[in-house]
Nanobody
Framework: QVQLVESGGGLVQAGGSLRLSCAAS?????????LGWYRQAPGKQRELVAS???????NYADSVKGRFSISRDNDKNTIYLQMNSLKPEDTAVYYC???????WGQGTQVTVSQ
């Protein structure tokens, strides 16, 4: 299995930036794995925010295109989510997921104030 640990969440004002990190450990499948960031706001379904394939191909939800950027460092077994121009509607718990085993991280809270 793969264990995922997210970090970097917090409270930020609208228009600000945060960078989330997700560190993977366990089975050595990081370099061949697709990973992604999901988020879940109170009362809403969990939604895919961004994903990155083993080859570096990226996909984004329409709501974050042009503001968020996903990247990966295979040497550090870590993916990142750079979030710029944050809006109050970005407030949610952000989760990291890997595709090989379907493992999830524990989540990190992002709160964007007006």
């Amino acid at each position: 299995q793969v264990q995922l640990v997210e970090s970097g969440g917090g409270l930020v004002q609208a228009g600000g930036s945060l960078r989330l990190s997700c560190a993977a450990s366990g089975r050595n499948v990081f370099s061949i794995n697709t990973l992604g960031w999901y988020r879940q706001a109170p009362g809403k379904q969990r939604e895919l925010v961004a994903s990155i394939s083993s080859g570096g191909n990226t996909n984004y939800a329409d709501s974050v295109k042009g503001r968020f950027s996903i990247s990966r460092d295979n040497d550090k077994n870590t993916i990142y989510l750079q979030m710029n121009s944050l809006k109050p509607e970005d407030t949610a718990v952000y989760y990291c997921k890997e595709w090989v085993f379907g493992s999830w991280g524990q989540g990190t809270q992002v709160t964007v104030s007006q």
